[in-house]
């Protein structure tokens, strides 16, 4: 029975959400993020719902779940969205929306039971949502939705749903592996129509959560989009001055880079909290991706955009800070205890615009070839553009990486305390003159 939902969830075409006229009238004047994280919020959030890393990071346990999907990763005001289950019929949804809250996480916005249906309206404000689904008898499990607004904002955080649904094991195969977890029998095309593996939230909970519940205790009013938005729409970043992407941004359609590429040189500001960023150009038709060809195979590296690119997968090595911002917060010298990894990026041997190293792993000794990087510098159009360079970056925060790599309290703390001081930067718009370490690079 379950092989053939599998079957009819793969191939199952739902028409795309578009946005009704309505007035929900969403309050995102000057203050919104702030005034929103005043409300009382549920630390219950994710009780029943253990944390299960997505993809090929784990493997998935057999055991009796309820999940589903929706029929668009984000909607706006007056949408109305379908919700497919699969495991059972009754059961209770319970819609969060993520953020601060006083260190809760999350508030609850709604408690629906058993909807087919989901309606976007002024009980639900703009922000990044997972639906918690659950019964007595079936194990929990999580179905993310992005609502956004369009109002002008000090930050615009995109969540990274195509590399979510590019490692997305669910129903036996990924754009990475087979059924038979071979690389050979991969899927040459993957759809959004079935849930998220792991326990269904994608990789929201450890490469973005912990970077929005840091953004959301700073008060930044913050749009939030996914890239089907950053794809579909050229001029989305039109009011805001920053973007930030999280943990694993890893694949871009062509659209969404001509769209950021376009935000940066017109001034607006760019903030990649991961490594391996924006290395694959990912093909989307409708709610279906394929293909996984790297950016600099098509003269169009990443380090172009971010200063430096990817060049290094399975390393863990501490990150020494270069006595630069953001990491001179740290005090002289600091160390971060294995941040680089599991994916690295470096500005050696790349080309691209001239950038500053704030941040390079320890060497040692005996140790040749590139070292890792993190990068900084200022676009033509006055824009910053910063690049953590690695991969844990985010999930970093709460020990939460999928890799196997661990973080005690005190690197969690530097961690916190750099991101901290780029979102003062973002809240103030003071941002530094870089020191360029490495000029130019054709």
């Known amino acids: 029975?379950?092989?053939?939902?599998?079957?009819?969830?793969?191939?199952?075409?739902?028409?795309?959400?578009?946005?009704?006229?309505?007035?929900?009238?969403?309050?995102?004047?000057?203050?919104?993020?702030?005034?929103?994280?005043?409300?009382?919020?549920?630390?219950?959030?994710?009780?029943?719902?253990?944390?299960?890393?997505?993809?090929?990071?784990?493997?998935?346990?057999?055991?009796?779940?309820?999940?589903?999907?929706?029929?668009?990763?984000?909607?706006?005001?007056g949408d109305k969205l379908t919700l497919t289950t699969v495991g059972s019929k009754k059961f209770t949804a319970s819609i969060y929306r993520m953020g601060y809250?006083?260190?809760?996480?999350?508030?609850?916005?709604?408690?629906?039971?058993?909807?087919?249906?989901?309606?976007?309206?002024?009980?639900?404000?703009?922000?990044?949502?997972?639906?918690k689904l659950s019964n007595n008898l079936r194990a929990a499990t999580f179905v993310p939705l992005m609502i956004y607004g369009d109002a002008p904002s000090d930050l615009t955080f995109v969540s990274s749903v195509l590399t979510w649904q590019s490692y997305n094991q669910w129903g036996g195969s990924s754009l990475y592996k087979g059924p038979d977890g071979a690389r050979e029998s991969a899927a040459k095309v993957v759809t959004f129509n079935r849930p998220y593996d792991g326990d269904g939230s994608g990789q929201f909970r450890y490469m973005e959560q912990p970077l929005i519940n840091l953004i959301e205790k700073q008060g930044i009013d913050t749009n939030y989009v996914t890239d089907f938005e950053v794809n579909s729409n050229p001029t989305i970043f039109s009011a805001t001055k920053a973007i930030a992407v999280g943990g694993h941004s890893e694949y871009w359609t062509l659209a969404m880079r001509?769209?950021?590429?376009?935000?940066?040189?017109?001034?607006?500001?760019?903030?990649?909290?991961?490594?391996?960023?924006?290395?694959?150009?990912?093909?989307?038709?409708?709610?279906?991706?394929?293909?996984?060809?790297?950016?600099?195979?098509?003269?169009?590296?990443?380090?172009?955009?971010?200063?430096?690119?990817?060049?290094a997968l399975a390393i863990k090595k501490d990150l020494v800070s270069n006595n630069a911002w953001p990491f001179k917060t740290l005090g002289k010298d600091a160390v971060i205890k294995g941040l680089y990894g599991y994916e690295a990026?470096?500005?050696?041997?790349?080309?691209?615009?001239?950038?500053?190293?704030?941040?390079?792993?320890?060497?040692?000794?005996t140790e040749k070839g590139y070292v890792a990087m993190s990068t900084y510098y200022n676009a033509p159009s006055g824009a910053s553009v910063l690049n953590m360079g690695t991969n844990a970056?985010?999930?970093?925060?709460?020990?939460?990486?999928?890799?196997?790599?661990?973080?005690?309290?005190?690197?969690?703390?530097?961690?916190?305390?750099?991101?901290?001081?780029?979102?003062?930067?973002?809240?103030?718009?003071?941002?530094?003159?870089?020191?360029?370490?490495?000029?130019?690079?054709?």
């Open 345 to 365: 990026d470096t500005a050696l041997g790349t080309i691209g615009p001239g950038v500053q190293v704030v941040a390079r792993s320890a060497i040692s000794p």
């Open 393 to 442: 970056w985010v999930c970093a925060m709460n020990n939460r990486c999928p890799w196997g790599h661990s973080f005690d309290l005190v690197a969690q703390k530097q961690i916190t305390t750099v991101t901290t001081e780029v979102l003062k930067a973002v809240k103030t718009g003071k941002w530094p003159v870089a020191q360029i370490d490495f000029p130019s690079r054709p």
């Open 101 to 131: 809250y006083n260190n809760a996480g999350a508030r609850l916005v709604k408690l629906l039971k058993s909807p087919t249906h989901i309606s976007i309206d002024a009980k639900t404000p703009p922000g990044q949502y997972l639906i």
């Open 1 to 77: 029975m379950r092989k053939f939902l599998v079957a009819v969830l793969l191939v199952a075409h739902l028409w795309p959400i578009t946005a009704t006229a309505s007035s929900c009238g969403w309050d995102q004047s000057a203050g919104w993020v702030e005034r929103e994280n005043q409300k009382a919020g549920d630390k219950k959030w994710s009780d029943g719902v253990p944390l299960r890393f997505s993809a090929d990071f784990s493997r998935r346990k057999d055991v009796p779940r309820i999940e589903g999907y929706l029929n668009a990763s984000s909607a706006t005001c």
């Open 258 to 311: 001509d769209s950021i590429e376009s935000a940066v040189a017109a001034g607006v500001n760019l903030l990649a909290f991961g490594g391996n960023t924006a290395y694959a150009i990912t093909e989307l038709a409708d709610r279906e991706i394929s293909g996984r060809k790297p950016y600099r195979e098509v003269n169009r590296p990443e380090s172009l955009l971010l200063g430096s690119q990817y060049f």
